[in-house]
């Protein structure tokens, strides 16, 4: 958890206890009832936020366009296991290893050679560091 997740999570526990103070002095609610609708509506938020987190992170396509720059991520077939990885051969022919967030390119001598990697704004990058 980064430092500003935790400000930011310690900021809403105070203006959760804030909100059900007030809650409870205004409309003459049980603290503990307002601080329970605060937590209800707080973890609603964090799930409707969640929720949109996934479906944006799920437009990226599972699989980058090939080496060769001809096959998409559905024109990949999966061909077997290397190393503990899935590998994916694309319709060019080409060998491809996911390992985490990196996909790597199956040489010929059955070496591997990184690729593309998901990065920093969960896309499909050039992949620039060494095995
Ligand atoms: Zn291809």
Redesign the pocket.
């Known amino acids: 958890m980064s430092i500003i997740n935790m400000a930011l999570v310690l900021l809403t526990a105070i203006c959760a206890f804030i909100i059900a103070a007030l809650m409870a002095e205004i409309w003459g609610l049980g603290e503990y009832i307002g601080i329970s609708l605060v937590i209800v509506i707080y973890l609603c938020l964090v799930g409707i936020l969640t929720l949109i987190q996934s479906t944006l992170h799920s437009r990226r396509p599972p699989r980058p366009v090939?080496?060769?720059?001809?096959?998409h991520w559905n024109?990949y077939r999966l061909v077997g296991c290397h190393s503990g990885n899935l590998v994916w051969k694309?319709?060019?022919?080409?060998k491809y290893a996911k390992s985490g967030k990196r996909f790597l390119k199956l040489r010929e001598d059955g070496r591997r050679r990184p690729f593309m990697v998901i990065g920093g704004h969960h896309r499909w990058e050039p992949d620039t560091r060494n095995l």
């Open positions: 090939c080496e060769d720059g001809q096959c024109d694309c319709r060019c022919g080409n």
